[in-house]
């Protein structure tokens, strides 16, 4: 199983990056896909979720409006368009793959990418 999250990077306030995500090694349409975010000296908190699908969504209060998270079964990817984005933001932003029921919850997710570094400064 591999998760292999890319593109990460500097930005300014304001400004947009999207995160992309490619999985391989298991059967993807199967499972849900979230994102995460641990900040230094923070706890790994929960930013988005999407369904097998792609027809359900969920969102962190503090993303929600200006991150959009999808999916592409047929390309085994998962997205996370951040707009807006604030230093508030920054951390190092994880995929990982679940099988919920509650997406928002660290343990319902059995495999996790390595991670890539957003930094946004004022």
Do not use: H
């Not at 929600?64 to 997205?79: E, L, Q, T, W």
């Amino acid at each position: 199983v591999q998760l292999q999250a890319y593109g990460g990077g500097s930005v300014l306030a304001g400004g947009s990056l999207i995160l992309s995500c490619a999985a391989s090694g298991f059967i993807f349409e199967n499972w849900g896909m979230g994102w995460f975010r641990q900040a230094p000296g923070k706890e790994r908190e929960f930013v988005a979720a999407v369904n097998w699908n792609g027809d359900y969504t969920q969102y962190n209060d503090s993303v929600k409006g200006r991150f959009v998270i999808s999916r592409d079964n047929a390309k085994k990817m998962v997205y996370l368009q951040m707009n807006s984005l604030t230093p508030e933001d920054t951390a190092v932003y994880y995929c990982a793959a679940g099988q919920g029921p509650k997406y928002s919850s660290i343990r319902s997710y059995g495999f996790w990418g390595q991670g890539t570094l957003v930094t946004v400064s004022s």
